[in-house]
């Protein structure tokens, strides 16, 4: 069974950093490429990072590019978001998602997400 | 960005309904990289249709989708009670990535 499990979230001031992870089983991880999509609750799907199978191709949404990094461990399994210069705009709950086939952009296994709160 | 506009914000129909949701997209989409997800309360969306029309493994085969360039379609050929939740289409034609605001099917 797929299982994407994230951790890292919190409350963070404005400005302030927090690392998000992402550990997967169930699948061969260093097949796939990954995501992170944030949604605010009660809200939409918004996509924020992509890593291909070996972090070779990276790609960011314009609200994150410069502040947030995308990298993955695949002897770990694990996949991680390095967010830097927060800002309160930036809170949500993080899932992490698994490509459905290789080199697809849809998602076929998500994570139950992780929240972070950007608040003074 | 290719913008994805749904429509109808909500739509209201009681279970042994058909359910027609609608995905237009800003800029035509090539290759079909085109998604539809099902998202419940509380709990993480779950793809239902990937490629436009190729439903993905385990989905009932009540939903379908269509569609290619600019206008897309998920149907629901008769509602059960579990298919009332939040619909998104996603596009991954182009980067970045996009999805809609989301379709609401609640309960006539």
């Known amino acids: 069974e797929v299982q994407l499990v994230e951790s890292g979230g919190g409350v963070v001031r404005p400005g302030g950093s927090l690392r998000l992870s992402c550990a997967a089983s169930g699948f061969t991880f260093d097949d796939y490429g990954m995501s992170w999509v944030r949604q605010v609750p009660g809200k939409g799907l918004e996509w924020v990072s992509n890593i291909d199978w070996n972090g070779g191709s990276t790609g960011y949404a314009d609200s994150v590019k410069g502040r947030f990094t995308i990298s993955r461990d695949n002897v770990k399994k694990t996949l991680y978001l390095q967010m830097n210069s927060l800002r309160v705009e930036d809170t949500a709950l993080y899932y992490c998602?698994?490509?459905?086939?290789?080199?697809?952009?849809?998602?076929?296994?998500w994570g139950q997400g992780t929240l972070i709160i950007v608040s003074s | 960005e290719i913008v994805l506009t749904q429509s109808p914000g909500t739509l209201s129909l009681s279970p042994g309904e058909r359910a027609t949701l609608s995905c237009r997209a800003s800029q035509s989409i090539t290759a079909n990289y085109f998604a539809w997800y099902q998202q419940k309360p509380g709990q993480a969306p779950r793809l239902l249709i990937y490629g436009a029309s190729s439903r993905a493994v385990g989905i009932p085969d009540r939903f379908s989708g269509s569609g290619s360039g600019t206008d897309f379609t998920l149907i629901i050929s008769r509602l059960e009670p579990e298919d009332f939740a939040v619909y998104y289409c996603?596009?991954?034609?182009?980067?970045?990535?996009?999805f809609g605001h989301g379709t609401k099917v609640e309960i006539k």
């Open positions: 996603q596009q991954y034609s182009s980067s970045p990535w996009t």
């Open positions: 998602a698994k490509d459905y086939y290789y080199g697809s952009g849809a998602y076929g296994a």
